[in-house]
């Protein structure tokens, strides 16, 4: 009977099966009841045909949501889906039983001890940077848009940190929902990487993200970028970002109902939209901190809000997508490490299946290549927590005790049964020091950070050459140009932001309008 033993970590439950469903059942009253926020004419009208009422008022944009009609677009949701890097070669699976870990933030700046404050604005080398760095790290599986070029118009952002991608990754990379322009053209430079529409139809590159805006709306820009990634079924991680006390009730559970209606509408348009397009239910929900006003990412209260939100997305039996290694700290100090580790530790244990969760700080708004390391190894020791203690026959050892007392043996050290199962059994940390001070001292006495950095150099000393040929290059500087030509008053015309034609064929750069 203990052959096929196998110890399973039990999932962290901050709720019980009464509360999600109480949550549930509120959420879905109140979406009935007063609806959300809908910025966008265009959804308002798809949706109508469907049994949703609009506000009898003037420019209230509010839509109240059936029940029925959110309980047959959970019906339509992909239980799984897989990701693939620009070349095909690297790909995963995500659904309610994986577990795969990506990178997280916003940041605009970057760890740099040589400045004066200790970091610098972030540039489009830097980006290019963090996508080759993820390339070697072996437990995150996606890098994201997470380092901002502050050297690049902010209207060619999208453009150059694609191409940077399309040049260097081996994996599937992550870019935010922002307006049908620059989501199209997201589209468009991507297929050229990877050889047409129809590939990136069938093997998805890009996960999309869409932040709705708390409380209970959902932007015209946002929904604008939904509508093409709904379009061409590139999987879209719909995650909550409110502040409880500021953008939400102060307490969790009406953080968790209010996050619940905004994830849950924004779930019923995307499968409107295009049914079985692959979304996350996500949450970044977290508290506003009571002393400073600030939020608060590194809070124990975020860590329970997320574990809740995987409890939440599970009973929907939608793939979650959760936060990790998360701290305010500006230094590399204790809180940064304790921040980190909780956070990631609660988004784990709850079984969240997609972790967002490395190489910030500060709130996510400065990143270090450093901690990208670093959080690589916090991943493999919670990945090895995961696994629990394997008490099989072979495992448990009785001959090799029955076989050292007979032998009058003293050590278990050279057996092959040491051999066999160290590596197996054991999470070999590359970065974690364990040796004694002197021989610490002899190697340079070096902390964390610094054996860190001294991995990082060494990749990017390495003169790693771009993967896309001369062709595709010619192809994507042609693009550029187009994207080059727009104003700030095209780009506005082409969202809907002004008053404009229905013309959306700006510059030779086409824009579809329908998307069904």
């Not at 690297?90 to 997280?104: D, E, L, Q, S």
């Not at 040589?114 to 963090?130: I, P, Y």
Request: net charge neutral.
């Amino acid at each position: 009977m203990w052959e096929n033993y196998k110890m399973k970590v039990n999932q962290l439950k901050v709720l019980n099966i009464e509360e999600i469903e109480r949550i549930h059942s509120t959420s879905l009253e109140l979406l009935e009841d007063i609806g959300i926020r809908i910025e966008s004419q265009t959804i308002r009208d798809k949706l109508k045909p469907y049994g949703t009422l609009e506000e009898d008022k003037d420019d209230t944009e509010i839509i109240k949501i059936p029940r029925e009609l959110v309980l047959d677009c959970l019906k339509r949701v992909p239980r799984e889906f897989k990701l693939w890097g620009p070349d095909g070669s690297y790909n995963f699976r995500i659904n309610t039983n994986t577990m795969k870990f990506g990178t997280f933030g916003a940041a605009v700046n970057i760890f740099d001890p040589s400045c004066r404050k200790g970091v610098r604005k972030s540039t489009l080398k830097d980006s290019s940077d963090h996508i080759k760095l993820i390339n070697h790290l072996e437990n995150i599986d996606c890098s994201h848009m997470d380092v901002w070029p502050s050297d690049i118009p902010f209207m060619e952002l999208h453009f150059h940190t694609l191409r940077e991608w399309g040049r260097f990754a081996k994996k599937p990379y992550g870019m935010g929902c922002y307006g049908r322009t620059a989501t199209n053209d997201m589209i468009r430079i991507t297929s050229l990487i990877v050889d047409g529409e129809k590939e990136l139809i069938k093997k998805p590159r890009l996960l999309g993200v869409f932040n709705p805006t708390s409380p209970l709306r959902l932007p015209k820009i946002l929904l604008n970028g939904l509508e093409v990634f709904c379009k061409y079924k590139q999987p879209i991680n719909i995650s909550s970002a409110a502040l409880a006390g500021s953008t939400a009730p102060i307490t969790l559970a009406g953080v968790l109902t209010q996050a619940n209606m905004e994830v849950l509408a924004t779930i019923t348009i995307s499968q409107v939209l295009n049914s079985g397009t692959p979304v996350l239910y996500g949450s970044t929900n977290t508290i506003m901190d009571p002393l400073t006003g600030n939020s608060a990412y590194g809070s124990v209260e975020m860590g329970l809000i997320t574990a809740a939100s995987a409890q939440i997305a599970h009973y929907y039996g939608i793939p979650s997508k959760g936060s990790g290694c998360l701290t305010e700290s500006k230094c590399f100090d204790i809180q940064n490490g304790y921040e980190r580790f909780m956070t990631l530790m609660f988004a784990a244990n709850a079984g969240h299946n997609y972790i967002t969760c490395a190489g910030t700080y500060e709130t996510s708004l400065t990143e270090s290549f450093e901690l990208l390391f670093i959080d690589n190894e916090m991943i493999g020791i919670i990945k090895r927590e995961m696994e629990g203690i394997n008490v099989s026959s072979e495992r448990l050892g009785d001959q090799e005790i029955k076989d050292l007392f007979i032998r009058e043996r003293k050590s278990f050290l050279g057996t092959q049964h040491s051999a066999k199962f160290t590596r197996k059994e054991l999470f070999v940390p590359k970065l974690t020091d364990r040796d004694r001070r002197g021989i610490w001292i002899k190697n340079g006495a070096m902390n964390m950070r610094e054996r860190s950095n001294v991995k990082v150099k060494d990749i990017l000393d390495s003169k790693i050459e771009s993967q896309l040929s001369k062709e595709t290059e010619s192809k994507l500087n042609n693009y550029l140009e187009k994207i080059k030509k727009r104003t700030l008053d095209d780009y506005k015309k082409l969202e809907g932001l002004v008053e404009s034609d229905d013309s959306t064929d700006i510059l030779g750069v086409n824009v579809d309008d329908s998307i069904s």
